[in-house]
C-alpha cells in the first residue's frame, strides 16, 4: 500500500508564474488537507477537501491559491501568479477518516 | 494566534539518555494531541498520540504525557538512538475538526 505521493518533489518557478502541486492520497483514504511549512515554521492547514467536495478552506490564502480534488485523479493545489513569498514547503496529508493524517513527502516550492 | 508552542527550537541529547521535548498550549478546547517525527526532505511521519481524557500513554520507547491543568505535554523518548535525530512537532486535533494545529517543531540530535 503506498503512501501518500506528491509530485513535483521540487518545483522552481518565477514571479507571476502558475505552480502546480499535485498528491495521491494513500488508497481507501478520502480525506485531504494540505499544509504549508515556512521556513523556521510549523505546518499551517490551508484546506481541506474529500472527493469533489472543499470542506474546509480556511488557511487558505483569499487570492491567487485554489485547490480541488477530482473524482479521478488527483489533489491539485494551484498557486497563480507566485511570489517570493509563496516560496515553502507545502505537504499534503490523507486520512481515512477523522483522526491520524498520513503526510506525503512535501513538495518545495521555489519562486525566483 | 500559535495554540501550540514549543519554546525549544533544539536539543541535544546524549545516546542512551532520555529526549524530554515539551509543547504547550493555549485552548483548552481539544481532544487529542499527536507527535509527528520529520526527517530533512521528508514528510511529517506519525509517532504517538494522547486523548484529552487520558495523561500518559506509552508506545515502545516513546512516552507522552499530559498535564491538563498546566496545558503542557512532553514526549519521552528512553533510550535515546542516533537514529532519532529528527525534528519532532507537536500537534493539536479536535474530532470532527478538519485540520491539526503544529507547533514550531523541535530539532533533536543524539549524539553517539
Known amino acids: 500500500n503506498a503512501g501518500v505521493m506528491q509530485n513535483p518533489r521540487h518545483l522552481v518557478r518565477r514571479r507571476g508564474q502558475e505552480a502546480r502541486l499535485r498528491c495521491s492520497p494513500m488508497?481507501?483514504?478520502?480525506?485531504v488537507y494540505w499544509y504549508r511549512q515556512l521556513p523556521e515554521e510549523g505546518l499551517k492547514f490551508m484546506v481541506y477537501?474529500?472527493?469533489?467536495?472543499?470542506?474546509?478552506e480556511s488557511g487558505m490564502p483569499k487570492e491567487r491559491f485554489s485547490a480541488e480534488f477530482p473524482k479521478e485523479g488527483p489533489s491539485i493545489l494551484r498557486i497563480q501568479q507566485v511570489v517570493r513569498g509563496d516560496s515553502a514547503a507545502y505537504f499534503c496529508?490523507?486520512?481515512?477518516?477523522?483522526?491520524?493524517?498520513?503526510f506525503g513527502p512535501g513538495t518545495r516550492l521555489t519562486v525566483l | 494566534d500559535q495554540q501550540v508552542k514549543q519554546n525549544s527550537p533544539s536539543l541535544s541529547v546524549q545516546e542512551g539518555r532520555i529526549s524530554i521535548l515539551n509543547c504547550d498550549y493555549t485552548?483548552?478546547?481539544?481532544?487529542?494531541f499527536l507527535w509527528y517525527k520529520k526527517y530533512p526532505a521528508e514528510g511529517p511521519t506519525f509517532l504517538i498520540s494522547?486523548?484529552?481524557?487520558?495523561d500518559k500513554n506509552e508506545d515502545g520507547r516513546f512516552t507522552v504525557f499530559l498535564n491538563k491543568s498546566a496545558k503542557h505535554l512532553s514526549l519521552h523518548i528512553v533510550p535515546s538512538q542516533p537514529g532519532d535525530s529528527a525534528v519532532y512537532f507537536c500537534?493539536?486535533?479536535?474530532?470532527?475538526?478538519?485540520?491539526?494545529?503544529f507547533g514550531t517543531g523541535t530539532r533533536l540530535t543524539v549524539i553517539p
Open positions: 496529508a490523507s486520512s481515512p477518516k477523522f483522526d491520524e493524517q498520513f
Open positions: 488508497k481507501g483514504h478520502s480525506h
Open positions: 477537501l474529500q472527493k469533489e467536495n472543499i470542506i474546509d
Open positions: 485552548n483548552s478546547m481539544f481532544d487529542y
Open positions: 494522547i486523548s484529552s481524557i487520558k
Open positions: 500537534a493539536r486535533g479536535e474530532t470532527g475538526a478538519n485540520n491539526l494545529f
